[in-house]
Structure formats: structure tokens, C-alpha cells
């Protein structure tokens, strides 16, 4: 049982660039969720899914893109990296209706230059 | 979700118990009280939740009060590893808007 597999542990891009950060679970959750932390700082919720097919927007969700086509996935994509988006980046998934926590991915460490 | 209010920063000795309060006086009748801990740029750690009566498991003890509107989670016996960023969260269980907002958090130094 793996939990939550975050993907690329670290990375370091170019201003404008793009790319996708990968999420997977396999606990069969129904909602997932994305968060971003800042050094010295708490989370911030990026964006979440309560289930396939539906997502919806946090706290700052302004530079990301999500979907969820599965069960099991749920990838963040930047569209156009700038140095604010310079932070790690954690992935959680949550059994959802009822009380479940949440699980939470080892994270991936993003640096834009 | 109803706003939580903790302190910054708090520290304890070794071996003895950790207090860790948390403020939630606009909870809900709803609303579940969550903790979680970060230890050093990890993901967070789910530790423990309860709606009304004292919950206890295997890592914290959760007390909240009577009128629901504080809570303390108590780590027994604290040790170097405890040392981390403990996040108190309060949220519906069960609803389709569900999204979880972590603040500041209490971070708790653990010392020997």
C-alpha cells in the first residue's frame, strides 16, 4: 500500500516554461487536494476534487491548472512558471464523506528561475 | 469552516506532557476538530479528530470542551521527535464543498 505518490520529488525550471506535477493514490479516495507551502509558511490550498470528473478552486488558484479523470490521479499543471510559484508542493487525499484525515505525499520541490 | 486561533510557538521538556490548545469559538454543530502534524518540510501527519466527547489513540489524547469552542491535544510523554508544526483544523465531515484550510499552527520544541 503506497498511500499518496507524488512526482518529481524536486525540479527546477525556467521562467515560462510548463509542466505537470504528478499524484497518485491507492486507497481508492474520493477527494484530493493540492496545497502549496511557502518557506516559513503554512499551506495553501491550490485546488481540490471531491470525486472523477469534478474539481473546484482553493485559496490561490491562480497559475494552475487541475483535472481528474480517475480515481487515482490528480496532476497539477503550471502553465507558465513564474518565480512566485517557487515553493513545495503537496498532494492529500481523504476517504471524503465521513471523517477520514487527510494522507498526505512526500511533496515535490519546485524552484523557478 | 470555522477559523482556529493557536499559539505560535511553545516548548516542552522531554518525557513530559504537551498541551497543545486551540481556539475555535464560531464552530459549528457540524464541524469536526482535526489535528495534524508537520515534522520538518514532510508532508503533513494526520494525528487525531473528534466532534464532542475526548478521543484517544495511539499517538495524542484530543479534550474538547463542553461547549465545543476549545480543544487541547495532548501528547502524552513528549519526545524529540515531536518536535514539529501542529496544526489544529476544524471542518464538515461531510459535505460536497469540502476543502480543508490549514493555518499557522503551533510549532512545539521539544527539549531534552
Known amino acids: 500500500n503506497a498511500g499518496v505518490t507524488q512526482t518529481p520529488k524536486f525540479q527546477v525550471l525556467k521562467t515560462g516554461q510548463s509542466m505537470t506535477l504528478q499524484c497518485a493514490q491507492d486507497?481508492?479516495?474520493?477527494?484530493m487536494s493540492w496545497y502549496r507551502q511557502d518557506p516559513g509558511m503554512g499551506l495553501r490550498l491550490i485546488h481540490y476534487?471531491?470525486?472523477?470528473?469534478?474539481?473546484d478552486q482553493g485559496e490561490v488558484p491562480n497559475g494552475y491548472n487541475v483535472s481528474r479523470s480517475t480515481t487515482e490521479d490528480f496532476p497539477l499543471r503550471l502553465l507558465s512558471a513564474a518565480p512566485s510559484q517557487t515553493s513545495v508542493y503537496f498532494c492529500?487525499?481523504?476517504?471524503?464523506?465521513?471523517?477520514?484525515?487527510?494522507?498526505f505525499g512526500s511533496g515535490t520541490r519546485l524552484t523557478v528561475v | 469552516d470555522a477559523k482556529t486561533t493557536q499559539p505560535t510557538s511553545m516548548d516542552c521538556a522531554e518525557g513530559r506532557a504537551a498541551n497543545l490548545p486551540c481556539n475555535h469559538s464560531?464552530?459549528?454543530?457540524?464541524?469536526?476538530v482535526y489535528w495534524y502534524r508537520q515534522i520538518h518540510s514532510q508532508g503533513p501527519q494526520y494525528i487525531i479528530h473528534?466532534?464532542?466527547n475526548n478521543e484517544t489513540n495511539e499517538m495524542a489524547s484530543l479534550i474538547i470542551t463542553e461547549d465545543r469552542k476549545s480543544s487541547t491535544l495532548i501528547l502524552p510523554h513528549a519526545t524529540l521527535r515531536d518536535t514539529a508544526v501542529y496544526y489544529c483544523?476544524?471542518?464538515?465531515?461531510?459535505?460536497?464543498?469540502?476543502?480543508?484550510?490549514f493555518g499557522a499552527g503551533t510549532r512545539l520544541f521539544v527539549k531534552a
Open positions: 492529500a487525499s481523504s476517504q471524503g464523506r465521513g471523517v477520514g484525515g487527510y494522507t
Open positions: 486507497m481508492n479516495h474520493e477527494y
Open positions: 476534487s471531491v470525486g472523477a470528473g469534478i474539481t
Open positions: 464560531t464552530i459549528s454543530g457540524n464541524e469536526y
Open positions: 473528534g466532534l464532542k
Open positions: 483544523i476544524v471542518r464538515v465531515a461531510d459535505t460536497g464543498g469540502f476543502k480543508t484550510i
